[in-house]
């Protein structure tokens, strides 16, 4: 079974304004971890942000966010101000115990 | 410091040849997992080493396979390859393999021909 779900396989916004990557998980397991990766042109993932199950407080990192909503099983990421170097595969994933396990992405493009 | 090295960046091989690709982790990392992306399945997991030992493995058939160095670095290996197993193939390693910071190497892309 899908255990992250990421519904949106592509997303435009405009240079400077902000936008949400959606991303829903699936876990009976009350102990997990909630991670956003940027994928560039180049391959690298390149880790984001990290919200842990038990985080009373949403994760911010710079012009990165998490909305973590618990109940709903989401783990939206925000990306305010968007930039063009922002243009990039994102991946959402979830870790539990020895699992590790990534969402299809979203390709985020930045228009000028 | 410097982060997590792949090499080859690119390989062309083969149907039915071998191929074994390396990483590097970050210095002290002693955590390395293996993991391979196509456009078809997206990323998946193929294993987790840590201290030498392999701790998790994914569900990918006995041609792939690993091993992890006393000094961390590791390799896997997949043999008698396949059109199917064109991919990139990206290493992640972190201090322990509980913690959250995993940090990617740029990958290795395989072409089979």
């Known amino acids: 079974a899908q255990k992250i779900t990421q519904t949106q396989p592509g997303m435009f916004v405009q240079e400077k304004e902000a936008v949400t990557l959606d991303c829903t998980y699936d876990?009976?397991?009350?102990?997990?971890?909630l991670f956003w990766y940027k994928q560039p042109s180049s391959g690298e993932m390149i880790f984001l942000i990290y919200q842990g199950s038990y985080d009373q407080q949403n994760a911010t990192e710079g012009r990165y966010s998490l909305n973590f909503q618990k109940a709903r099983k989401s783990a939206n990421l925000v990306i305010s101000a968007s930039q063009l170097g922002d243009s990039a595969m994102y991946f959402c994933?979830?870790?539990?115990?020895?699992?590790?396990?990534f969402g299809a992405g979203t390709r985020l493009t930045v228009k000028p | 410091k410097a982060g997590v090295t792949q090499t080859p960046r690119y390989l062309i091989k083969t149907r039915g040849q071998q191929v074994t690709l390396s990483c590097s982790p970050i210095?002290?990392?002693?955590?390395v997992s293996w993991y391979q992306q196509t456009p078809g399945q997206g990323l998946q997991f193929l294993f987790e080493y840590f201290s030498e030992t392999q701790r998790n493995k994914g569900n990918f058939p006995g041609r792939f396979s690993g091993r992890q160095f006393s000094n961390s670095r590791s390799e896997m290996n997949v043999s008698t390859l396949e059109l199917g197993d064109s991919a990139l193939y990206l290493c992640a390693s972190s201090l322990l393999p509980e913690d959250y910071g995993y940090t990617f190497g740029s990958g290795t892309r395989l072409t089979v021909v």
């Open positions: 876990t009976s397991d009350p102990s997990y971890g």
């Open positions: 994933a979830m870790r539990e115990g020895n699992d590790m396990r």
């Open positions: 210095s002290g990392h002693r955590s």
